[in-house]
């Protein structure tokens, strides 16, 4: 499957973007899909991750309750909803999917970068104070 996410840009602290991230090849409905990012420097990191089995996402605690995940099976998408953003979200951010894993996998492996198999090329978030 292939990933391409789009949605970044600048935003002020405080403000709100919404990402993307289309896939093609293959319908994702049955993937495990999560959001990593990367800032300047640092290791990417888990944002979020979604399974498959319907239930509930997986968030990082620095993201619980400001960003949500959400499936668009209708386009092949999901989305990842970001509100109340600060300048320590600042960093690229990557959707991937894992088309292996358990309809609901262990947080901890939804967690890791390794876990997953896709990824999109990542699209540019920067938060101005």
């Known amino acids: 499957v292939q990933l391409q996410a789009s949605g970044g840009g600048l935003v002020q602290a405080g403000g709100s973007l919404r990402l993307s991230c289309a896939a093609s090849?293959?319908?994702?409905?049955?993937?495990?899909m999560g959001w990593f990012r990367q800032a300047p420097g640092k290791e990417r990191e888990f944002v979020a991750a979604l399974p498959w089995d319907g239930g509930s996402p997986f968030y990082a605690d620095s993201v619980t309750g400001r960003f949500t995940i959400s499936r668009d099976n209708a386009k092949n998408s999901v989305v990842l909803q970001m509100t109340n953003l600060n300048t320590e979200d600042t960093a690229v951010y990557y959707c991937?999917?894992?088309?292996?894993?358990?309809?609901?996998?262990?947080?901890?492996?939804?967690?890791?970068?390794?876990?997953?198999?896709?990824w999109g090329q990542g699209t540019q978030v920067t938060v101005s104070s």
């Open positions: 991937a999917a894992d088309p292996m894993g358990a309809a609901r996998p262990q947080p901890a492996s939804a967690r890791r970068p390794e876990s997953y198999s896709s």
């Open positions: 090849g293959r319908t994702i409905n049955y993937y495990v």
